[in-house]
């Protein structure tokens, strides 16, 4: 009975590491990307994952519309394809 106890336990702790270094970092970073995501308005500069550079101009449940460039040309995407927030446009202001 100790010994299969001993074993099923030396078989857990490489799991519950796993979990606690990789698994669980992985959801705050997912987690956060969202609520940066949701927490974005009108005016703020962001970045896509393609790495287009604009000032978002209109935000809807899942899509939002930027605008580049100095011809001002508008986007509209998923906010899924946001990959980071710069903060507000202060030219705009």
């Given at each position: 009975?100790?010994?299969?106890?001993?074993?099923?336990?030396?078989?857990?702790?490489?799991?519950?590491?796993?979990?606690?270094?990789?698994?669980?970092?992985?959801?705050?970073?997912?987690?956060?990307?969202?609520?940066?995501?949701?927490?974005?308005?009108?005016?703020?500069?962001?970045?896509?994952?393609?790495g287009i550079?604009?000032?978002?101009?209109?935000?809807?449940?899942?899509?939002?519309?930027?605008?580049?460039?100095?011809?001002?040309t508008r986007?509209?995407?998923?906010?899924?394809?946001?990959?980071?927030?710069?903060g507000k446009?202060?030219?705009?202001?």
């Amino acid at each position: 009975m100790g010994d299969s106890a001993y074993t099923m336990l030396l078989m857990l702790i490489p799991f519950a590491l796993l979990y606690f270094f990789m698994v669980r970092p992985q959801k705050k970073k997912e987690q956060a990307q969202a609520e940066m995501r949701n927490d974005i308005s009108p005016g703020d500069r962001v970045i896509t994952i393609g790495g287009i550079v604009g000032r978002v101009v209109n935000v809807k449940d899942d899509t939002i519309t930027i605008e580049t460039g100095s011809e001002k040309t508008r986007l509209k995407m998923m906010k899924a394809a946001i990959s980071q927030r710069e903060g507000k446009d202060e030219q705009q202001q």
